[in-house]
């Protein structure tokens, strides 16, 4: 199925027609703006990347920006971690 019509899939004319009887089931729906990274983990887990855990000395050169990102990513959750509130 293209792109496209997985974008339009909860406003197409078949889910509009089922909307009042699923809420009559107590299911609703909840439209998300088209792109929100709030709630997108890995914008959250690359903010917190960038701006609490690279040092400034990381950022001297590609490689040693690479080895940084790379030593960070696989001590999430252990060394690295977020809290979502």
Not at 17 to 44: D, G, M, R, T, V
Not at 60 to 83: F, G, R
Request: glycine share 0%; hydrophobic share 40%.
């Amino acid at each position: 199925m293209p792109a496209a019509a997985y974008r339009s899939f909860h406003k197409s004319a078949a889910v509009k027609k089922k909307i009042k009887q699923w809420q009559a089931q107590n299911l609703f729906f909840q439209f998300l703006p088209p792109y929100c990274s709030e709630l997108n983990k890995i914008e959250i887990l690359w903010h917190h990347l960038k701006h609490f855990w690279l040092k400034l000395e990381d950022y001297k050169c590609k490689d040693s920006l690479k080895k940084a990102v790379d030593n960070i990513l696989v001590e999430v959750k252990t060394k690295y971690t977020i809290t979502f509130t």
